[in-house]
C-alpha cells in the first residue's frame, strides 16, 4: 500500500512540475521573454552545469566501483586463472583510463567552450594528422591486448600434457556425475545404449580400461598442483561445467567429448583460512541465522550447471575439493572401482 502511495506522490509530482514549468513560461513571456530562447546567461548556467554534472559522474564511478568490486569473479585457484585474471585487470586498466581522460575532456570542453552570442564555431572538414593519431594509438593498444589474449588462450586450449590426471565430468538432467580413470589413467568405454538406473553412465563392462573407473556424486576431489584434464559428456541435452574459481567453462555435449583442464593452486583448506574468505562465510552464514536457518556453511569450490537445461537446472552442482596429494591419494584410495574389480597394469 505504502509503495502504491509513493507511485502516485511521484506521478503527480512530475504533473506538478510540468504545471510549474509551463507557469513560468507564461509569465515570462507576459515580461516580453521569448521562452524558447536560449541567452547568453542560459548557456554560462549550463557550463557549470556541466562540472557539476563531471564531478557527479565521477563520484558516481567511484562509488560503484567500491561498492560492487566485492561481487566480481572469487580468487583464481589455478593456474591459468590467475594469468585471466591479470588479463581482465589490464583491459580494465585500460578502459577505466579512456573513459576518465575522455569524460573530463567532453565535460570540460563543453564548459569551457559554452555558445556565445556572435561566437561561431571552427569547421575541420579534414586533418590527416588528428586522423593518424586516433587511429594508430587504438590499433598499437588494441594489438597488444590481443597479443595477451591469444597467448593465454592458445596456452589455455593446447591439449593437456601425457600426465594429467584424468576425470570424465558427465551431465544429465539434473545432476553432475564424476569418474576417476583408476590406476591405468585410462577411462573405460561407454555407450548410451548401456544405460541402465544402476549403470547411469552407460560404461561398457567388458573394456578392461574401465575395471579400475570410479564414480562419486555430489563431490569430488582433486589434487593441487597437478594438472587435471576434464573429459566432458552430457546425456540429453546441452549443459556447461563452469568451475568459477578455477575460471574453467566448457559445454557438456550429447554424442560428444568436450575437453579442459587447468592445474589447481590454492587448496580448500587453505582458501577457508584467508581471512576474506572467514568474512565472508561469517556473512552468509549470519544473514542465515537471521533466516532462522542453522546449517552453517563453509567455504567450497563448486561446479555449477551453466546452461538453462531444466526446471531444476538451478540446483545441478557439485562439490569440488582440492587436496594437498596425501589426502587425494588417501581419499581416492577410500573409494571402490564401479566394477570392484582390481586391474592389473604394468605401468
Ligand atoms: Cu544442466
Not at 49 to 62: H, K, Q, S
Not at 163 to 173: E, L, M, R, S, T
Not at 200 to 213: P, R
Request: net charge neutral; hydrophobic share 45%.
Amino acid at each position: 500500500m505504502i509503495k502504491f502511495l509513493v507511485y502516485v506522490a511521484i506521478i503527480l509530482a512530475i504533473f506538478a512540475i510540468g504545471y510549474l514549468v509551463r507557469v513560468f513560461e507564461l509569465a515570462s513571456s507576459l515580461k516580453g521573454n521569448k521562452p524558447e530562447e536560449v541567452t547568453d546567461n542560459d548557456n554560462k548556467f549550463m557550463s557549470k552545469v556541466m562540472l557539476i554534472a563531471l564531478f557527479a559522474l565521477m563520484a558516481f564511478t567511484a562509488w560503484t566501483l567500491i561498492t560492487y568490486a566485492p561481487l566480481m569473479l572469487p580468487e583464481a585457484a589455478s593456474e591459468h586463472g590467475v594469468e585471466i585474471d591479470w588479463l581482465y585487470r589490464f583491459n580494465w586498466a585500460i578502459i577505466f583510463l579512456v573513459f576518465v581522460l575522455t569524460q573530463i575532456l567532453l565535460f570540460y570542453f563543453a564548459s569551457k567552450y559554452y555558445g556565445r552570442k556572435g561566437n561561431v564555431a571552427t569547421y575541420i572538414a579534414h586533418n590527416n594528422k588528428i586522423e593518424m593519431i586516433w587511429t594508430v594509438i587504438p590499433a598499437i593498444v588494441l594489438s597488444i591486448i590481443i597479443i595477451f589474449g591469444l597467448r593465454a588462450w592458445n596456452k589455455i586450449t593446447a591439449p593437456a600434457s601425457e600426465n594429467a590426471i584424468v576425470i570424465q565430468i558427465y551431465g544429465k538432467q539434473f545432476d553432475w556425475t564424476a569418474r576417476y580413470a583408476g590406476v591405468d589413467n585410462k577411462l573405460g568405454d561407454s555407450n548410451y545404449k548401456l544405460i541402465t538406473d544402476e549403470n547411469a553412465l552407460g560404461m561398457d563392462s567388458t573394456s578392461e580400461a574401465g575395471f579400475d573407473d570410479i564414480i562419486v556424486k555430489n563431490e569430488f576431489h582433486i589434487p593441487v598442483n597437478k594438472e587435471i584434464e576434464f573429459k566432458l559428456n552430457a546425456r540429453e541435452v546441452i549443459h556447461s561445467v563452469y568451475m568459477p574459481h578455477f575460471r574453467a567453462q566448457m559445454n557438456c555435449v550429447p554424442g560428444m567429448t568436450t575437453m579442459l583442464h587447468f592445474t589447481p593452486i590454492i587448496t580448500t583448506a587453505e582458501m577457508r583460512k584467508k581471512q576474506y574468505v572467514i568474512n565472508q562465510m561469517a556473512d552468509i552464514n549470519s544473514r542465515r541465522e537471521a533466516r532462522g536457518e542453522n546449517a552453517k556453511e563453509e567455504f567450497n569450490y563448486i561446479l555449477l550447471c551453466n546452461k538453462i537445461c531444466g526446471n531444476s537446472h538451478y540446483n545441478m552442482q557439485m562439490t569440488i575439493v582440492v587436496d594437498t596429494e596425501e589426502d587425494y591419494k588417501k581419499w581416492l584410495a577410500s573409494k571402490k572401482p564401479y566394477f570392484g574389480k582390481k586391474i592389473v597394469t604394468n605401468k
